[in-house]
């Protein structure tokens, strides 16, 4: 893993901004895999700007989000295809049909998921995966305890993350309890992964992911075997980590053509 410790979220967000920026300009036909929640909305809000100011395209882009709430309808305000929507893709020029999510309204569950997997497979796989972490060191919806070999299927929500995502509904009872996602196994596919965590709240999380034991225990710990994963921190979320000022010493002593700013 490499780990940058930017000086806020915003230079951190931006820095996420430019390297899938330059993803795409390597490549105009690159595969995302994006994540939904309040950690990547500034660096959404880069790719809206580096659209409109910079020329970025996405037209040849196709995308895939990790996860979804089962049983809400694409457009009710609180699914993740309502804020994908709102927060990137009405703001971009991506190709009708380009953005995949899971279909949370499945009548069959277990074919949708598996339907889901094909699709990213058929497009190639994801060239880069966007991830946050959550407060129990879920990755995607894979809550601990997810076997670290899983694929797009069903999960149900822990009460920590029902607590975290209340915010969104209003109340911990409008919460859906089950959820699609990707998993852990599906996202180790993805050749680059960037993970953004912002704030004091996911110091133990990080530190668990980054520099604990790899287990179930902490999804997010799989990706210490991900060959390409970056994890972008601002101060707060570095604060538990033990080898913070080897990190820090690390991205200040790159050379220039290792540098992604
Ligand atoms: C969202 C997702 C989740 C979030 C995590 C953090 O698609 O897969 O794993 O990344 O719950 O959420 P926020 O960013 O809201 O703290």
């Excluded at 100011?53 to 089962?70: A, I, P, Q």
Aim: hydrophobic content about 40%.
């Amino acid at each position: 893993m490499e780990v940058i410790i930017k000086s806020d979220k915003a230079e951190a967000s931006k820095l996420g901004a430019k390297i899938i920026a330059r993803l795409i300009r390597q490549n105009n036909k690159a595969v995302l895999g994006l994540a939904t929640g309040s950690t990547p909305l500034q660096l959404y809000k880069q790719l809206v700007r580096m659209h409109q100011e910079e020329g970025l395209s996405f037209k040849d882009v196709t995308t895939f989000n990790l996860d979804e709430y089962v049983g809400l309808e694409s457009d009710n305000p609180c699914s993740f295809y309502s804020e994908m929507h709102n927060n990137l893709f009405c703001h971009i020029d991506m190709a009708k049909g380009a953005t995949h999510l899971p279909d949370g309204m499945a009548e069959n569950i277990p074919d949708s998921c598996a339907a889901y997997e094909a699709a990213i497979a058929a497009a190639g796989g994801i060239d880069l995966q966007l991830l946050g972490i959550g407060h129990d060191g879920h990755l995607a919806f894979n809550e601990p305890g997810s076997s670290l070999a899983s694929r797009t299927r069903l999960k149900t929500l822990s009460q920590k993350t029902i607590k975290a995502n209340s915010r969104f509904f209003g109340s911990e009872d409008k919460v859906p309890r089950h959820v699609m996602t990707m998993g852990l196994s599906t996202i180790m596919a993805a050749r680059q992964c960037i993970l953004l965590a912002f704030g004091m709240d996911k110091a133990e999380a990080v530190r668990d992911m980054i520099e604990g034991p790899v287990s179930a225990s902490c999804p997010g710990s799989i990706l210490q075997f991900h060959e390409r994963t970056i994890v972008l921190l601002d101060p707060e979320a570095a604060s538990k980590l033990r080898r913070k000022q080897y990190y820090l010493d690390v991205y200040a002593s790159k050379p220039a053509w290792q540098l992604w700013d």
